[in-house]
């Protein structure tokens, strides 16, 4: 059998799964584009987040891009003016909960930045007039459940966006939202 593979620009709304028993109203991956039947979402991102998602009909290639070996770097919107000090301890790794357990996350790449133009609006979290936002991008190669978000809460800054805008070498830069590309591996 000859496998596919594909990268998603996922939008806000959306889950990452093709079927959801719990509750049926909710817009899955399949209403995007007609994938072939055995496709699976390489790792996830919650239905809040939005970005960059490979989606794959091979369960090993699945395994390998999920591993530390492959960086997944996120850009995300905080409530507030983030400091450098907050950088630098997520740069350090922040304790987390995580399945009802305390861990302390590795070490990874975090830096404030100005907001990236290939980005876009995205839907309105919230009006400017609640106060200032700011920018940071961060690249792991762990990716537990809602991880960035549980980080960047544990240093006093909450995510109000979060998109994954790079997962190895596969960038989301050029991507329309909600555009399919079928790739070679």
Known sequence: MQHQHFLLYKPAGYISQFVYE???N???LGELYNFPEETMAI???DENSEGLLMLTTDGKISEEIRSAHYE???VVQVDGIITQDAIDQLKNGVEIGVKGERLTTKECVAAIIDKPDYVG???RI???RHGPTSWLTITLTQGKFRQVRKMTAAV???TLRLIRIRIGDWKLEGMKVGEVLEIEL
């Open 72 to 74: 997944k770097q996120y």
């Open 156 to 158: 006093g800054f909450p």
């Open 126 to 128: 919230r009006s400017d």
């Open 26 to 28: 909710k817009k899955k």
């Open 43 to 45: 790792g996830r991102l």
């Open 22 to 24: 719990k509750k049926r």
């Open 121 to 123: 609006e995205g839907y």
